[in-house]
């Protein structure tokens, strides 16, 4: 269905893309910090969640539609920008670090994920730009294609933002004795990313 040669040329820049430190990787990052690596890989796992919807989106055409309505490019930034600031409050009014091994952190930073790729409209134009470039009509479904491309995006930012989180969760326990200081490291990390969000230009 995808063309070998081009299955290999795929891999390796989605791996280069992954390696790219962006919002995805510093919100991981983040939550590796404040709640340890079970959060980090929820996070992750989340992130990489939404990455593949952005990628069959555009598959159905529906992330070109987005892209090309500017209304609806501001609506999803600012919504995420909204939503990130929210994380860094919430960050701030935190008593202290959340219990290992309690499911709750977890499955919070598994909706945290995949919400904050989900309202990070770069991602849609990124996704526009950069699997059709791989994409083979004459090998076989379209759709097909975004599917296995997406699965393959995901899969490799699943693992590399998923480490990056647990080596900064590493760091975590030499701040618990201050958990004011990963609270207001991470609310400075998601603060930083709706600031740079809210900088964003859609060209």
């Not at 393959?152 to 693992?159: L, S």
């Not at 975590?172 to 230009?201: H, K, M, Q, Y």
Request: with cysteine; net charge positive; hydrophobic share 60%.
């Amino acid at each position: 269905m995808v063309d070998p040669i081009v299955l290999a040329a795929f891999v390796p820049a989605a791996l280069a893309l992954n390696f790219t430190p962006g919002a995805d990787m510093m919100f991981c990052l983040g939550q590796g910090v404040r709640s340890g690596p079970h959060a980090a890989w929820a996070a992750s796992a989340g992130i990489s969640l939404g990455s593949m919807i952005h990628v069959l989106m555009a598959g159905a055409g529906l992330s070109a539609l987005v892209a090309s309505v500017p209304f609806a490019f501001d609506v999803i930034r600012w919504v995420g920008v909204g939503y990130l600031l929210w994380l860094a409050f919430h960050a701030m009014r935190a008593s202290g670090r959340p219990p290992r091994g309690d499911p709750a952190p977890r499955g919070h930073a598994f909706r945290a994920g995949l919400l904050v790729n989900l309202t990070n409209p770069k991602v849609i134009l990124f996704v526009l730009a950069f699997v059709p470039q791989f994409v083979v009509p004459e090998a076989g479904p379209v759709w097909a294609q975004f599917a296995i491309f997406g699965a393959i995006i995901a899969g490799c930012g699943f693992i590399v933002n998923g480490v990056v989180g647990v080596f900064a969760g590493s760091i975590g326990p030499r701040l618990a004795r201050g958990s004011r200081v990963l609270d207001w490291l991470t609310a400075g990390i998601f603060a930083a990313l709706a600031g740079r969000l809210a900088l964003l230009e859609k060209a």
